[in-house]
């Protein structure tokens, strides 16, 4: 019957967990590494070996990091990572990546490249819409039903891109949009509307938060054009 064939389905996009934690080829980005203004060019900004990227995190994984940086004796700009609040209980942090490496931005970062959060974030953008126009999330079925979702789990910096372009979402899903990041580096997306895809995709993003070995949230958001903002849908329980 019909909760058969859901509970297949469910176990399925389940299944994706192991797949996506981690991301073939990525590495967890490092606060740490050689110095950022090595081979900063004039006027300021990254390298242009540099590509920048960003990261939805949990703001306690931000704090984590800061003790942890804190303890081994770093302080000051060095100990900050470029994050700013982006939804209900998500961070957007920045990410660079240099000679197959990728860190997360750091305050010493934009002191040596001599810009601000404000600036690495419209740089961002740029490449996270070049992304989505050339095609990421990919569609993806959804094993035994007539759906598909989008997903993006690269490990480039750039799986997250849509949270940025909610604009470019509706138009490839409609208005009634459903977002969510359970696992770094983990970005799906699908049309609402349809109750037995939200419980799918709702129970399988729970699952992949819990079997990840760096999880962010198993929330579920939807974009309010009349605020501008991201909102928390739901989540599975």
């Known amino acids: 019957g019909g909760s058969a064939g859901m509970m297949v389905a469910i176990l399925a996009f389940c299944a994706i967990a192991v797949a996506l934690s981690p991301p073939a080829g990525s590495q967890a980005p490092d606060p740490d590494g050689p110095d950022p203004g090595e081979g900063r060019g004039p006027g300021g900004g990254p390298p242009a070996s540099v590509a920048l990227g960003l990261s939805i995190e949990p703001p306690e994984r931000i704090v984590r990091h800061r003790e942890r940086l804190r303890a081994a004796g770093v302080d000051g700009p060095a100990a900050e990572l470029a994050c700013r609040p982006f939804a209900e209980g998500l961070s957007l942090c920045f990410t660079w990546e240099s ?124 974009w309010d054009p009349q605020r501008g903002r991201w909102t928390v849908w739901g989540q599975a329980r």
């Open 99 to 222: 000679d197959g490496v990728r860190r997360y931005v750091t305050g010493a970062d934009l002191e040596a490249w001599a810009v601000d959060l404000a600036a690495i974030e419209a740089a961002v953008s740029v490449r996270a819409a070049e992304s989505l126009d050339a095609g990421r999330p990919e569609p993806t079925r959804v094993t035994d039903m007539d759906a598909t979702y989008l997903l993006s789990m690269e490990g480039d910096g750039l799986d997250g891109a849509g949270w940025l372009h909610p604009d470019r979402l509706v138009g490839r899903l409609g208005e009634d949009l459903r977002v969510a990041t359970p696992a770094r580096d983990v970005f799906v997306a699908w049309a609402g509307g349809d109750d037995e895809l939200d419980k799918v995709m709702a129970v399988g993003v729970l699952r992949i938060q819990e079997a990840s070995e760096h999880p962010v949230t198993s929330r579920v958001y939807t």
